[in-house]
């Protein structure tokens, strides 16, 4: 009983920068972690980062470390990934996501860990 809206999707050129936000609500007391997972057409969604909501802890895929940061805002049950440094590679389906559960390290950024899934928001980047 979690809704997810992602936003903040778009186009933009190798080297930009953008923000995407995830509003929750809904019953989110019990929300343990929340993640960004990208999907390209006929890939597997793969996770990208994930914060666990009680602590502000972070997590990133090797992929987007050192380029991409998430964080929350608890007051507004919002979570954002700010996207620097875009590569075409990044093109992809956003997803966001939350997890009602309690996640050991090897499976926080893995698909089945989380049971709220967002519509999705598109990012494009062009070379």
């Known amino acids: 009983q979690v809704q997810l809206v992602e936003s903040g999707g778009g186009s933009v050129q190798a080297g930009g920068s953008l923000r995407l936000s995830c509003a929750a609500s809904?019953?989110?007391?019990?929300?343990?972690?929340m993640g960004w997972f990208r999907q390209a057409p006929g890939k597997e969604r793969d996770g990208v980062a994930c914060?666990?909501?009680?602590?502000?802890?972070?997590y990133y895929a090797d992929s987007v470390k050192g380029r991409f940061t998430i964080s929350q805002d608890n007051a507004k049950n919002t979570v954002y990934l700010q996207m620097d440094s875009l590569e075409p590679e990044d093109t992809a389906m956003y997803y966001c996501?939350?997890?009602?559960?309690?996640?050991?390290?090897?499976?926080?950024?893995?698909?089945?860990?989380?049971?709220?899934w967002g519509q999705g928001t598109q990012v494009t980047v062009s070379s």
């Open positions: 914060i666990y909501t009680r602590a502000g802890s972070t």
């Open positions: 809904g019953y989110t007391y019990g929300t343990y972690y």
């Open positions: 996501a939350a997890a009602s559960r309690v996640i050991e390290y090897p499976y926080r950024l893995l698909r089945s860990a989380y049971n709220y």
